[in-house]
């Protein structure tokens, strides 16, 4: 049976005494380990399963605080990203600690938080730092967001059992994990990214390919100034619980660096994309891409 104890991430365990707190942010987090206390994550758990009992946990809490239907409905719908993103923490902590993967997958927070630039040693942020200033001299902007996830190199990061009787510590654990990496990786050390929606809309895969094509370019201008011949590449990929033809289609777009020189071979700006439905099919793609 796949549970939430097992190796690699702390015990969740029922909350006492619920609040009723108005903060969504709260709510959410409570809301999170309760459903997941009385709910282990089995290989054919569907995403959508979770999602209702979170929905319906999160609901009940907030009309107890007195919120109204609309802005509970508001509410919600913007804590399923988080939720999502939390799970996949879970499931993938659970493969990379039981099963040795070549990286492993740590969750970014928002830009404007912390800048995933600052992953790298700070030689290489000073390369990254004076392309932008140029950039800026030029009149323009390069503009970036963070990815959902960054996949590391384990050597950088301690991946052992982890365990803790404080509940809501899983997730802090979790959000926490990337100021491990600060300052910390190397050129080749950053594997890739995974960028991660619950649903996919146009806005949506607009930005995953964005990203995309822009952490390949950084790659590559790393790549330039180190004078590295034979990297072994960036990859970067994109997880929704589900993904139809056109969101595949519209994510095969081009990486835009690699079609300004006749000498280059044109890439992808978004590798894998994967559908989730499942925990099953959510292990299945860490190990894929943890290992590759």
């Known amino acids: 049976m796949s549970d939430l104890t097992g190796p690699g991430h702390p015990e969740i365990r029922r909350n006492e005494n619920p609040s009723t707190l108005v903060d969504e942010v709260r709510i959410a987090r409570m809301v999170f380990v309760d459903v997941l206390a009385e709910n282990s994550l089995e290989c054919d758990t569907t995403f959508d399963a979770i999602m209702e009992l979170l929905d319906s946990s999160a609901e009940s809490r907030m009309k107890a605080a007195g919120r109204s ?30 099963e040795n993967t070549k990286y492993v997958a740590v969750r970014l927070p928002n830009v404007l938080r912390f ?47 982890t365990t803790s009787p404080l509940a809501l510590e899983i997730i802090d654990w979790h959000e926490n994990r990337y100021l491990e ?24 895969r607009l930005q995953i390919s964005h990203e995309g094509s822009l952490m390949k370019a950084l790659y590559v201008h790393l ?30 777009t081009v990486a835009t660096h690699s079609i300004t020189s006749v000498g280059s071979k044109p890439q992808a700006a978004v590798d894998g994309v994967f559908e989730t439905k499942t925990v099953g099919d959510a292990e299945k793609m860490f190990r894929e891409i943890l290992n590759s």
């Open 223 to 252: 790549q330039t100034r180190l004078w590295k011949t034979e990297p072994i590449g960036l990859v970067f990929h994109a997880v929704a619980s589900m993904v139809g033809t056109a969101d595949r289609t519209a994510l095969h």
């Open 115 to 161: 800048d995933s630039n600052k992953l790298y040693q700070p030689g290489l942020q000073e390369m990254l730092s004076t392309l932008k200033a140029e950039v800026r001299r030029a009149g323009v902007e390069l503009i970036s967001s963070n990815p959902d996830f960054v996949l590391v190199s384990r050597e950088r990061l301690n991946v052992g059992s």
């Open 69 to 98: 239907e609309e802005s509970i409905r508001q509410a919600i719908s913007k804590l399923h990203g988080d939720w999502f993103e939390w799970l996949l923490c879970i499931i993938s902590q659970r493969v990379q600690s039981t």
């Open 181 to 204: 990496l600060k300052d910390q990786c190397a050129y080749d050390d950053i594997r890739g990214y995974l960028a991660a929606k619950y649903t996919l809309r146009p806005d949506r």
